[in-house]
C-alpha cells in the first residue's frame, strides 16, 4: 500500500540521519580525544546529553519513568549503549586507526542477526536478512578500503575494544525493546542520566578534569558529539527501535563508513572512487534488505 511503503521510506531516511549523526562522531572523538582522556570525553558527552534531553523533556511535556523496574532496565540500558560501548570504543580509537575502528565497530548488525537467530528470536529471521547483513559488511570493506584491514593484529587490544563496543551496540539494540512503552525521550533522557551518575564521577577520580587543558577544537567536538550526536541522535534511536526493530536499526552501522567518506571528501578534499560507490551501494542494498518488510502469518 502506497502509506506503508511511504512510511518505511520515511523511517529509512531517519536511520540515514542517524547514521550520519553516528558516522560523523568518530571524526569528533578522534579530534577531542586527543586532548580529552576517553573516561572524561564520554562524561562530558553523555552529561550535556543529559541536561539536553531534559530541556526536550519540558518542553514535550513528558515526564521520566517513576517506577524503580524501569529505572533499573534503563541502568541496563545505559551501561550497554553508553557507559560500556562509548567509552571502550573512545579508548580503542587511541590505538588503532579510524579506518579499522570504522570496519570492526560496523559489525553490529550482525551480531544482532546471531543473536536474534540463536538467543532471542524476538524478530523473523530469513535469508534476505541474513543476505543484507553480509552484503552490508562487503559493502564496508569496500568503502573503508582492504588496506584497512592490514593492521589487523598490531594493535590487539584497540582492535577488540572496537569489536567489543560493537557486541554491546547489538546488545544494546535489542535490549531496547523494553522501552517500547515509553517516549523516545524519556527514555533516551533516562539512559543518558544514569551514564551521566556513573561516568562522572570515575572521570573526577581517574583524570583530575581539572588538570586538563584541551583546545578549543577539542571542547567544540565534545559538545558537537553531546548535544547532535548523542542527544538528537538518541531520539531518533529509540523511536527506530519501536519502528525497525533492533535488526533494522542496528543496520545502521553499515553506513557509518559512507558517513566518514563524505566528510573526507568535504572537509579533507579526498577522491570519490569506483570501488567507494560500489561499498555504498552495498552498503544501502544491505540496510534496504535487512528492514524490508516482511509478511507476518
Not at 15 to 40: E, Q, R
Not at 43 to 48: D, E, F, H, K, L
Not at 52 to 72: A, E, K, S
Not at 276 to 286: D, E
Amino acid at each position: 500500500m502506497p502509506a506503508v511503503r511511504t512510511k518505511f521510506w520515511f523511517e529509512i531516511a531517519l536511520l540515514g540521519i542517524l547514521a550520519l549523526l553516528w558516522g560523523s562522531s568518530y571524526m569528533f572523538i578522534k579530534i577531542a580525544v586527543a586532548d580529552i582522556p576517553p573516561i572524561t570525553l564520554i562524561a562530558v558527552r553523555v552529561s550535556i546529553a543529559a541536561a539536553f534531553l531534559l530541556v526536550v523533556l519540558y518542553w514535550q511535556g513528558v515526564r521520566l519513568p517513576d517506577d524503580w523496574q524501569t529505572r533499573r532496565q534503563l541502568f541496563v540500558q545505559a551501561i550497554f549503549n553508553s557507559i560500556g560501548a562509548w567509552t571502550i570504543l573512545a579508548w580503542g580509537q587511541k590505538y588503532v586507526d579510524s579506518g579499522l575502528a570504522s570496519v570492526l565497530n560496523s559489525t553490529s548488525p550482525v551480531f544482532v542477526f546471531f543473536i536474534t537467530l540463536f538467543v532471542t528470536r524476538h524478530e523473523p529471521v530469513n535469508l534476505l536478512r541474513l543476505g543484507g547483513a553480509l552484503l552490508g559488511l562487503v559493502g564496508v570493506l569496500l568503502i573503508v578500503g582492504v588496506d584497512a584491514l592490514k593492521g589487523l593484529g598490531t594493535q590487539v587490544a584497540g582492535q577488540l575494544a572496537a569489536l567489543t563496543g560493537a557486541l554491546l551496540y547489538a546488545v544494546a539494540a535489542i535490549y531496547g525493546r523494553n522501552f517500547s512503552h515509553l517516549p523516545a525521550a524519556s527514555t533516551s533522557a533516562g539512559t543518558m542520566i544514569w551514564a551521566t551518575i556513573c561516568l562522572v564521577p570515575l572521570s573526577l577520580v581517574v583524570d583530575k578534569p581539572w588538570t586538563l587543558q584541551p583546545k578549543f577544537e577539542a571542547i567544540a567536538a565534545a559538545l558537537i558529539l553531546a548535544i547532535f550526536c548523542t542527544g538528537g541522535a538518541l531520539l531518533i534511536y529509540f523511536r527506530l527501535i519501536k519502528t525497525l526493530g533492533s535488526m533494522g536499526t542496528a543496520s545502521q552501522a553499515y553506513l557509518r563508513a559512507g558517513i566518514g567518506v563524505a566528510l573526507g571528501m568535504i572537509f579533507l578534499g579526498e577522491q570519490f572512487t569506483f570501488m567507494v560507490a560500489a561499498g555504498l551501494a552495498a552498503a544501502i542494498l544491505g540496510v534496504v534488505a535487512i528492514n524490508f518488510p516482511t509478511r507476518r502469518k
